[in-house]
């Protein structure tokens, strides 16, 4: 994360920019690798699991952890364009969910899409390069990297260890659910999604910290569509089966992940403030579907 941060400002990207494509794509690469490993080893449930979870968890416990930090403000044009194409993903992805199932033909849709979006998002990113406020570097990120030799090492470590985290913590998924009688689906909504959301909890309350809310909205709303299109999308074309999607995971989880975006599209389209109180609402609403998921297992 701080390699590709230091990258970013070396090729004098905006704030807003390096919110919501480098740092949601780089939160984003331990579901990635996560999705990969349990879609190679014959654990689709896992992947399911781990992306939704990880979409609801961004918003209702990173976002709302952030803004009981300092309160969000996601307001501003880019905002709502970006946060209108993650609500349309995860909609789009719940009825390939419903109607065809998530197999590689799904999965080839959600790539096209991300390809599509990636596109458009180059093009919008040379016009933020020429109007870019380089004025305040972005320190936030627990110090990043200027130096070419340290930024590479930063990215060259990171590309090495994100797989061998990715391998312990699928097999050490799978071995819990084995030892507890719980679902793989569970273990992915539960213990894989917190786990891969730390990134993202990590970036959203230091930005909060530095009272830069738009980089904490930007990196949620980037994270949860790179999940739903290109994470979903690469393990649905890569898996040699249709991932299974259960009744109780469609009436219920999947609900909760599409409402929990669309609540954060309403602020961001009417530019509220997500303040203290809401902040910790939310954060406590992530709390009661962490126990209602446990509660009807």
């Known amino acids: 994360m701080?390699?590709?941060?230091?990258?970013?400002?070396?090729?004098?990207?905006?704030?807003?920019?390096?919110?919501?494509?480098?740092?949601?794509?780089?939160?984003?690469?331990?579901?990635?690798?996560v999705s990969l490993r349990a879609a190679t080893t014959g654990f689709p449930n896992?992947?399911?699991?781990?992306?939704?979870?990880?979409?609801?968890?961004?918003?209702?416990?990173?976002?709302?952890?952030?803004?009981?930090?300092?309160?969000?403000?996601?307001?501003?044009?880019?905002?709502?364009?970006?946060?209108?194409?993650?609500?349309?993903?995860?909609?789009g992805f719940a009825l390939l969910a419903a109607v065809n199932g998530l197999g590689q033909v799904g999965g080839a849709i959600l790539l096209m899409a991300f390809i599509g979006i990636m596109a458009l998002t180059a093009r919008s990113t040379l016009q933020a390069q020429r109007n870019a406020d380089l004025s305040t570097p972005m320190e936030w990120v627990l110090g990043?990297?200027?130096?070419?030799?340290?930024?590479?090492?930063?990215?060259?470590?990171?590309?090495?260890?994100?797989?061998l985290g990715a391998t312990l913590l699928v097999d050490s998924a799978v071995l819990i659910?084995?030892?507890?009688?719980?679902?793989?689906?569970?273990?992915g909504?539960?213990?894989?999604?917190?786990?891969?959301?730390?990134?993202?909890?990590?970036?959203?309350?230091?930005?909060?910290?530095?009272?830069?809310?738009?980089?904490?909205?930007?990196?949620?709303?980037?994270?949860?569509?790179?999940?739903i299109l290109m994470i979903m999308g690469v393990a649905a074309a890569l898996s040699p089966e249709p991932i299974p999607v259960s009744t109780r995971f469609m009436v219920f989880d999947v609900p909760?992940?599409?409402?929990?975006s669309a609540l954060l599209a309403a602020f961001a389209w009417k530019g509220w403030k997500i303040g203290r109180i809401t902040g910790?609402?939310?954060?406590?609403?992530?709390v009661a579907y962490m126990g209602a998921l446990f509660a009807f297992v």
């Open 280 to 286: 910790a609402l939310l954060v406590v609403s992530y």
């Open 2 to 33: 701080r390699g590709s941060v230091g990258l970013a400002r070396k090729l004098h990207l905006s704030e807003l920019v390096v919110g919501a494509t480098v740092i949601g794509f780089g939160t984003s690469l331990p579901e990635l690798m």
């Open 256 to 260: 909760v992940m599409v409402l929990s």
């Open 177 to 187: 659910a084995q030892s507890f009688n719980v679902s793989e689906t569970v273990i």
């Open 189 to 227: 909504l539960t213990v894989l999604a917190l786990g891969t959301s730390l990134p993202e909890l990590t970036t959203a309350v230091l930005a909060a910290l530095e009272r830069r809310s738009d980089v904490a909205i930007g990196a949620i709303i980037g994270s949860n569509t790179f999940n």
């Open 144 to 163: 990043v990297p200027v130096r070419p030799i340290t930024i590479a090492l930063f990215i060259g470590f990171g590309i090495v260890a994100l797989p």
């Open 46 to 91: 896992l992947i399911l699991g781990n992306v939704v979870g990880s979409n609801t968890a961004n918003v209702l416990l990173v976002g709302g952890a952030a803004a009981v930090v300092y309160p969000l403000l996601p307001d501003g044009a880019a905002v709502r364009r970006n946060v209108i194409v993650m609500v349309l993903s995860v909609v």
